[in-house]
């Protein structure tokens, strides 16, 4: 009986429950394998036998060379859940991670959630922006992180008794090690959020609340615990400071997809100009005073993901946590339960419906067994191959040119690389310079069309787009 009453008072609260339930499985649908993934798992692999890596051992160009390995530990962890799960690891680590996700976003604004069912439904639709980044990276662990913060940097603004935000020096930690290049994020929010509360102001659209001196000791000691928590990891120092020196690097920035900026003339990046639109609307429409936090958390979440595409998912996370406040309450609320329920079973019988060719295109590799083996058998010494191809050799235990780890080989030959596949600058002259006995490469890029009509090069395999060339002596 007790729990029968439990439900029929908390029914809304497990019918969202439900939802997010159901919305995490859809999302678990739009899933793909990404590159990077396979020189993850094989580094994970290693770790987990050998100890933390901090010099490479995949690649004959730059092996022994210093690598920061600012993953390792999500490394260590992906390869766990493989031994743990086998293949199907890849949906469980992304399901983990997206489910937790808008729990956390859920249960850090419970209260303003349940005011207004319907917004409430449709922001939580409005996740699938996130669908960029469904992949099984490291990616996905950082936005856990980046809820967590703002919840409970949020909670002390509301509340100076809150103790929440002493637990973030341990996120810190455990950020760097995971993904260490957005560790920084946990104590720059802790500068962001004590700046924002030292103003006290007032217009007829706009309110600053100062915070008092109790709040802003807290902000101050857990950024600097933060600071230091980011520097406890295999690189120490080297890791506080990698972020900043990573994106000076104007190479590696320019020819990164995930780093390029969010711009109008790409119509898939509407979608993003559309969430900071709805934004700006509910924030200039609404009846209420706006934050002048709030403002702030705006702009820094927009420039974000205005200068990287790979930052869209923090713009949806921090406001997540700021857009409800201004949403006013619904007044009448019938058959809303229900309707979130059969929205969730939807969901469910759709994730059902289609979860066998989600896991199949998560199989579904680059390179096939037969250029695998042949690479093998010829035994190539100093093999050249297409970037998104580098992942997979290293999986297969073949040392490589180049691969997902731009921010380890751009000092060496990422430039190298890059004017070779496109035959740019004097592309013959860096040939000549590495002596590639091997290529691998992929047949739109013009490499392929100087080595197939270059009598230097003999054809060893093609299909699919994928084409190896072995230079004849």
């Not at 119509?267 to 559309?274: A, E, N, R």
């Not at 709030?294 to 857009?323: A, C, E």
Request: aromatic share 20%; glycine share 6%; net charge positive.
């Amino acid at each position: 009986m007790k729990i029968k009453n439990y439900f029929n008072k908390n029914r809304t609260l497990f019918s969202i429950l439900l939802f997010i339930l159901g919305l995490s499985l859809f999302l678990l649908l739009t899933a793909r394998l990404d590159p990077d993934y396979f020189w993850h798992i094989k580094a994970g692999e290693y770790m987990f036998n050998n100890g933390i890596l901090k010099k490479d051992v995949f690649s004959w160009i730059v092996n022994g060379k210093y690598w920061m390995s600012h993953e390792w530990l999500f490394e260590v962890i992906i390869y766990g859940f493989k031994l743990l799960f086998g293949q199907v690891h890849m949906l469980i680590y992304v399901f983990i991670c997206i489910l937790t996700l808008l729990l956390i976003i859920f249960f850090g604004n419970r209260d303003d959630y349940l005011k207004n069912i319907p917004f409430t439904l449709f922001w939580m639709v409005l996740s699938l922006i996130l669908v960029v980044y469904m992949q099984v990276r490291p990616h996905l662990i950082s936005f856990c992180f980046v809820g967590i913060t703002i919840w409970f940097l949020y909670d002390l603004y509301k509340n100076a008794n809150s103790k929440k935000i002493y637990l973030l020096p341990f996120i810190s930690i455990l950020w760097a090690n995971i993904h260490g290049g957005s560790s920084n994020l946990s104590y720059l929010f802790c500068l962001i959020f004590l700046i924002g509360g030292l103003f006290s102001f007032r217009t007829s659209k706009v309110e600053a609340i100062r915070i008092n001196k109790k709040q802003i000791k807290k902000y101050l000691v857990v950024m600097v615990l933060c600071m230091f928590g980011v520097c406890l990891n295999a690189h120490g120092f080297k890791l506080f400071i990698y972020p900043y020196t990573n994106m000076m690097d104007s190479v590696m920035i320019n020819n990164i997809s995930e780093w390029q900026p969010t711009t109008l003339n790409n119509p898939q990046h509407y979608l993003y100009f559309g969430l900071l639109l709805l934004i700006g609307f509910i924030l200039l429409f609404s009846k209420k005073k706006i934050l002048f936090i709030d403002l702030i958390l705006l702009g820094v979440s927009s420039f974000l993901g205005l200068k990287s595409i790979r930052f869209w998912g923090y713009t949806y996370i921090i406001m997540s946590f700021v857009i409800f406040k201004y949403i006013e309450k619904r007044k009448y609320d019938r058959g809303t339960n229900l309707s979130v329920c059969l929205v969730a079973l939807v969901f469910i019988g759709f994730f059902i419906i289609n979860i066998n060719s989600t896991f199949n295109n998560l199989n579904k590799y680059s390179l096939n067994e037969d250029v695998v083996s042949i690479i093998r058998k010829e035994s190539p010494k100093r093999l050249y191959n297409f970037y998104d191809y580098g992942g997979e050799l290293i999986y297969n235990d073949i040392l490589v040119f180049i691969d997902g780890r731009a921010d380890l080989y751009s000092k060496y030959n990422y430039e190298d690389y890059l004017n070779i596949s496109m035959l740019q600058g004097d592309y013959v002259k860096l040939i000549e310079k590495y002596n590639f006995d091997y290529f691998l490469v992929n047949d739109k890029y013009p490499i392929n069309t100087y080595l197939k009509y270059n009598y230097n090069y003999e054809e060893l395999y093609t299909k699919d787009g994928v084409v190896l060339y072995k230079k004849i002596d």
